[in-house]
């Protein structure tokens, strides 16, 4: 009898031994799906704040959205991360079935590396850029279609302008104290739209209005009347090869600035060279004479 209770007790130990086990794989498979869910949440927010960033660009530079399949895929990605856990082998098994494990591991590796080396193309040649002049700067007609002062800066307005793509532009401008805001309302003007956009006060900027500028005057500068929002400011005599978005570094636009003035005759020009839009004219200030325009 004795014997048999001792049998029964140890049976019982093996038993509550075994499910002790089995409790702790399921915490620690539940705490590893929770840590990789916050990770994945991480990402998952640093990828939309990335898309967003890109989209502004991509708005910036006239083309469309980046399309992305981020949120569909946020569980797909969860449950990918962490593989349903199998019952743990015994020690005994974990030692006979090391050296095929091994096996298979360097084979996959040697697998990858394989195609890795088939795969591989020589790097495309770099793309040379053009000279620095005004055909790298992306100008437009846009039309004002909505407008407001900065909530934040007294000085700024805040401007919904549509350059003939599918998707307003917002651009902040510091006129305020030289344009009335009626002015300004359905207005054309001429947009620079290749700057990297950046926050002014809060707000982010994908663009610049062009104007003849004085310390003491400000005028917004006209495109042809026949315009129309997305036509496309040339220059005579150069080559139009605007650069997607200017590199800050590369001190593009401050490299051209200091030669686009207005002329005698109130013209835009750079180094002499009349602004216009093919077959409808070209672009003026109202009043200010040999002066730089920016």
Excluded at 52 to 68: H, I, T, W
Aim: aromatic share 4%; with cysteine.
């Amino acid at each position: 009898m004795i014997s048999a209770r001792f049998q029964e007790i140890d049976e019982n130990a093996k038993t509550l031994k075994e499910k002790l086990l089995e409790y702790e794989r399921e915490f620690y498979e539940k705490f590893l799906v929770a840590v990789v869910e916050e990770k994945n949440r991480v990402l998952q927010s640093q990828i939309h704040q990335a898309v967003d960033e890109l989209n502004a660009l991509e708005r910036c530079n006239g083309q469309g959205e980046v399309v992305s399949n981020i949120a569909s895929n946020e569980n797909k990605d969860i449950k990918s991360s962490v593989a349903p856990s199998q019952t743990a082998p015994a020690p005994s098994d974990t030692v006979k079935t090391n050296d095929s494990k091994k096996a298979k591991i360097d084979q996959s590796k040697e697998k990858k590396e394989a195609k890795t080396k088939e795969n591989k193309k020589p790097p495309a040649p770099a793309q040379e850029e053009g000279p620095v002049d005004v055909g790298r700067l992306d100008m437009r007609v846009g039309k004002i279609v909505e407008i407001k002062k900065h909530p934040d800066a007294d000085a700024l307005y805040v401007e919904q302008v549509d350059i003939g793509k599918p998707n307003l532009i917002t651009v902040v401008s510091g006129l305020v104290k030289h344009v009335p805001i009626e002015e300004m309302q359905d207005r054309l003007v001429v947009i620079l739209c290749n700057l990297k956009p950046a926050k002014m006060r809060g707000t982010l900027s994908e663009g610049m209005v062009m104007c003849a500028s004085t310390p003491e005057k400000v005028e917004v500068l006209r495109p042809p009347p026949s315009s129309v929002p997305g036509d496309v400011i040339s220059v005579e005599g150069y080559t139009r090869c605007p650069d997607a978005v200017m590199n800050p570094k590369k001190k593009i636009f401050e490299t051209v600035a200091p030669d686009l003035k207005t002329d005698e005759g109130l013209c835009a020009t750079y180094k002499g060279a009349k602004w216009f839009v093919e077959g409808k004219g070209h672009v003026t200030s109202d009043t200010l004479k040999g002066v730089n325009v920016k």
